[in-house]
């Protein structure tokens, strides 16, 4: 396992970022996306009736929105063990197979770092 330590200040912040979110929210996750240009974008969970997108997703997404071309880094803070298939996926869209996506316990630490691939 990865511990935070190990990492540098930029991936460090948008796991700060992602826990932040969750908590402001009240949200099962939070999490954030870095993008080519160093842009960060902040998400909750959205469960609303007519859509559900994680957290993740969530960022992705609005990275998307906002003109993103690709991802250099997206962190998750959640209370499962690893990141989610489809969360992995949509990092892979965007950011390509070779993303870090570090998945953060609710209390910040660092669990594990895998590759969006």
């Known amino acids: 396992m990865t511990q935070t330590t190990d990492l540098g200040p930029e991936d460090r912040k948008i796991i700060t970022l992602a826990r932040s979110a969750r908590a402001r929210n009240g949200v099962p996750e939070g999490a954030a996306v870095r993008d080519e240009t160093g842009r960060t974008y902040v998400a909750g969970t959205v469960a609303l009736e007519s859509l559900n997108l994680s957290a993740l997703q969530t960022a992705v997404a609005m990275a998307v929105a906002s003109g993103a071309k690709s991802l250099e880094a997206a962190a998750v ?30 209390d910040g630490e660092l669990r594990v770092t895998v590759s969006a691939g």
């Open 77 to 106: 803070v959640t209370g499962a063990p690893a990141a989610a298939d489809a969360d992995r996926a949509a990092v892979r869209d965007l950011g390509g197979p070779d993303t870090p996506v570090f998945v953060a316990g609710p």
